[in-house]
């Protein structure tokens, strides 16, 4: 069955970085773009960045951008978030995402914890 | 940006009722929009996708409607496991953007 299950989070000192991982199974990975969403504890949903099928296309949110990176590695059905600088508003659980309806999230990862505080 | 304001915050209501749901954009975004349901420790899933049509394995009972600025979900006949928060979603501009989450409580 479709599969997707993130690494990587850890609790990290302001300033710091993260690589995220996603592991992709059961579907043609390089045929989807992918997302990553954010979700600070309690509260609610915010989308991070999108990566189209081949890699060419890359947005990121204005809270993101500058500090964070996606990539994939579609010969091993894997989706990356290199995140630097990080600051203590980045504090969530992680979710990537197979965006597979222009944009709509279905489905979604367990979801890797990143926190940062001193 | 594109905002998502969704209502009621919080809706108490008993299994067997009606539930609606309302999502309500900042600018016309055609019929852009999808609801998700996320349980305490659970990743969200897709429920409704552009305004009206139900994701793979959503129960009938689910339904979605509206265009333009003004959304709703509904859920005919609330069971025990449709208690969780719901978020709608837009794709008509980048960024995408979710509104704040309803809190569906059993009553």
């Known amino acids: 069955q479709v599969q997707l299950v993130e690494s990587g989070g850890d609790l990290v000192k302001p300033g710091g970085s993260l690589r995220l991982s996603c592991a992709a199974s059961g579907f043609t990975f390089s045929d989807y773009f992918m997302s990553w969403i954010r979700q600070a504890p309690g509260k609610g949903l915010e989308w991070v960045s999108y990566i189209s099928s081949t890699g060419k296309t890359i947005y990121y949110a204005e809270s993101v951008k500058g500090r964070f990176t996606i990539s994939r590695d579609n010969t091993k059905n894997s989706l990356y978030l290199q995140m630097n600088s990080l600051r203590v508003e980045d504090t969530a659980i992680y979710y990537c995402a197979r965006d597979g309806r222009g944009n709509y999230y279905d489905p979604w990862g367990q979801g890797t914890l990143v926190t940062v505080s001193s | 940006e594109i905002v998502l304001t969704q209502s009621p915050a919080t809706l108490s209501l008993s299994p067997g009722e009606r539930a609606t749901l309302s999502c309500r954009a900042s600018?016309?975004?055609?019929?852009?929009l999808a609801w998700y349901q996320q349980k305490p420790g659970q990743a969200p899933r897709l429920l409704i996708y552009?305004?009206?049509n139900r994701a793979t394995g959503i129960p009938a009972r689910f339904s979605g409607s509206g265009s333009g600025t003004d959304f709703t979900l509904t859920i005919s006949s609330l069971e025990p496991e449709d208690f969780a928060v719901y978020y709608c979603?837009?794709?008509?501009?980048?960024?995408?953007?979710f509104g704040q989450g309803t809190r569906l409580d059993i009553k």
């Open positions: 979603q837009q794709r008509s501009g980048w960024p995408v953007t």
């Open positions: 600018q016309t975004i055609s019929n852009y």
């Open positions: 552009d305004a009206s």
